[in-house]
């Protein structure tokens, strides 16, 4: 007979998995067609770039951005 338990209750008995993963949280980033062009939520500025946002990310740990929509005049 096979026990499932939590990795909290097998914690506490002593027991441990070596080669159990913890679960990824999944992430989507939404991207639009044509240039790259996004604007933080949090402080406005605005992003040509995915590495510029990125590193905007690491930065200040803003999670909110938007896509802008480019202007055909």
Sequence with gaps: MTARISAKEAKALGL???????????TTR?????PYHTRCKTCG???????SEDRHVHETHHARYELVPERNP
């Design 30 to 34: 939404k991207t639009g067609s044509g």
């Design 45 to 51: 500025e605005e992003f040509t770039t995915a590495a």
């Design 16 to 26: 441990s998995a070596p080669d159990a993963k913890p679960a990824k949280k999944r």
